[in-house]
């Protein structure tokens, strides 16, 4: 069986959005062109991770161009999205391994998130042969999602997805825990309730 792998050039649409509430929330990468939407599960730490490389990526490719790069200080407003996930969230796979790329001839980044696989190793050096050929095995390898973007759209999508990283639950003003919506038994204060 041939490699699934869900292209978007340009999309409409390629955001980091949550199903659920702040506490139990599911985290998702979609793109959108047409009628066609693309939505892959991962986790909150990998869309901060994603977001934070992107944004350094980007920095580094204007240092380099002396400024010269199409690619904007800061998110333009004008492409800004807070609309919600698209629904029904459909979930095609779970993102195990991503990489960030910059196409310097079309000025455009390349996302990729390829979906979560297990690998049977007998070593560290197996187990990191493995990976390598399955990473580079374009005709088998695990389904893909594969984005290229503008440098604007790249800005727009890292401020959107650390946007909502930051916007699950408030941290406790004491032990910077995040305060679940049921209480919160902090441990600065020797796990009692804090009293008003």
């Not at 139990?24 to 869309?47: D, I, N, Y």
């Not at 407003?77 to 796979?93: A, N």
């Not at 990473?135 to 727009?156: C, F, H, I, K, S």
Request: proline share 7%; aromatic share 4%; charged share 25%.
């Amino acid at each position: 069986m041939s490699r699934q792998v869900f292209l978007y050039d340009h999309p409409e649409r390629f955001v980091a959005g949550t199903v659920g509430l702040p506490g139990r929330r599911s985290f998702f990468l979609q793109a959108t062109a047409g009628t066609r939407v693309t939505s892959v599960a991962l986790e909150k730490t990998q869309v901060a991770a994603l977001a934070e490389r992107m944004d350094e990526l980007l920095d580094e490719v204007v240092r380099r161009s002396g400024g010269s790069a199409s690619v904007p200080a800061v998110a333009p407003s004008e492409i800004t999205d807070t609309d919600p996930l698209q629904t029904p969230v459909e979930e095609e796979f779970r993102v195990g391994t991503m990489a960030l790329a910059w196409d310097g001839d079309e000025q455009l980044m390349i996302v990729e998130a390829q979906a979560l696989v297990e690998l049977d190793a007998e070593s560290e050096e197996d187990l990191a042969e493995a990976e390598e050929r399955l990473l580079q095995d374009e005709e088998n390898g695990p389904p893909m999602l594969r984005v290229r973007l503008t440098g604007a759209q790249a800005r727009a999508f890292a401020k959107r997805a650390l946007d909502v990283v930051n916007a699950g639950r408030p941290p406790c003003p004491l032990c910077s825990l995040p305060l679940d919506p049921e209480g919160h038994v902090c441990p600065r204060q020797n796990g009692y309730r804090r009293g008003a």
